[in-house]
Nanobody
Framework: QVQLVESGGGLVQAGASLRLSCAAS????????KAWFRQPPGKEREFVAA????????YYSESVKGRFTISRDNTRNTVYLQMNGLKPEDTAVYYC????????????????????WGQGTQVTVSS
C-alpha cells in the first residue's frame, strides 16, 4: 500500500519561498498522478496543483498559477511543490495526494479523485 509523507513546511515571511516534498513508500506509485491540496484555517480543503505520472502535464489553481511549480522525480519517488512569492493567504496545511488514474482536468481537481493521502505539513506565511 502506498504511503505519502510530506515535508518542508514552516513559518516564513511574505515574499519568501518554500519547497515542499512528498515521498512515496512504494515505487509503483511512480505511475500515479500526484497532487497537492491545502486547507486554510477554518476553510475547506482546496486543490493547488497536479502532475501526471510522466510529468508531461501540470495543472494549477488560479490562486497559485505563476507562483507555484509542481514537479516530480520518479527516481526518488518524490513530488515537489516549489512555492515562490508566498502570501499570508497561502497559510494552510498542505496535503499530498495520489491516485493511479488521472480523472482529467475537471475531476482531477477534486478530492474524491485521489485515494491516497499524506498527513499534511503546515505552511504559515506572516505579513
Amino acid at each position: 500500500q502506498v504511503q505519502l509523507v510530506e515535508s518542508g513546511g514552516g513559518l516564513v515571511q511574505a515574499g519568501a519561498s518554500l519547497r515542499l516534498s512528498c515521498a512515496a513508500s512504494v515505487r509503483t506509485s511512480n505511475t500515479y498522478v500526484k497532487a497537492w491540496f491545502r486547507q486554510p484555517p477554518g476553510k475547506e480543503r482546496e486543490f493547488v496543483a497536479a502532475i501526471t505520472w510522466t510529468g508531461g502535464s501540470t495543472y494549477y489553481s488560479e490562486s497559485v498559477k505563476g507562483r507555484f511549480t509542481i514537479s516530480r522525480d520518479n527516481t526518488r519517488n518524490t513530488v515537489y511543490l516549489q512555492m515562490n512569492g508566498l502570501k499570508p493567504e497561502d497559510t494552510a496545511v498542505y496535503y499530498c495526494a495520489a491516485d493511479p488514474i488521472w480523472k482529467g482536468d475537471n475531476q482531477g481537481r477534486g478530492q474524491t479523485a485521489y485515494r491516497v493521502w499524506g498527513q499534511g505539513t503546515q505552511v504559515t506565511v506572516s505579513s
